[in-house]
Nanobody
Framework: QVRLVESEGGLVQAGGSLRLSCANSGRTFRIYAMGWFRQAPGKEREFVAAVSVRSTITNYTDSVKGRFTISRDNAKNTVYLQMDSLKPEDTAVYYC????????????????WGQGTQVTVSS
């Protein structure tokens, strides 16, 4: 029912921008909140952003507020993460996620994961 496939990440210079996308090939996209997590080498996976089913609620971790924007297009079954003003510390594998609501996303309750995509920011 839920199969999440992230777009390819990439290598970008500090200060640059990159947009990630994640498509849900299942038919149930519209009933799930969507989010993004990331995991840097040697660190735990951390929450980045989440968006509610109708995009009325968005949450961000403090370190990306004002730089990253999460959005979704329910007609395309796709969620996006626009990343601007990238910093070397944003380097990580980024994971798309789906769960019942944004709280469940943040708390990883009954969460579905994508396979992850590498984002590297060079200084």
């Amino acid at each position: 029912q839920v199969r999440l496939v992230e777009s390819e990440g990439g290598l970008v210079q500090a200060g640059g921008s990159l947009r990630l996308s994640c498509a849900n090939s299942g038919r149930t996209f519209r009933i799930y909140a969507m989010g993004w997590f990331r995991q840097a080498p040697g660190k735990e996976r951390e929450f980045v952003a989440a968006v509610s089913v109708r995009s009325t609620i968005t949450n961000y971790t403090d370190s990306v507020k004002g730089r990253f924007t999460i959005s979704r297009d329910n007609a395309k079954n796709t969620v996006y993460l626009q990343m601007d003003s990238l910093k070397p510390e944003d380097t990580a594998v980024y994971y798309c996620a789906a769960a019942s609501d944004t709280h469940a996303i943040r708390e990883r309750i009954l969460i579905y994961w994508g396979q992850g995509t590498q984002v590297t920011v060079s200084s």
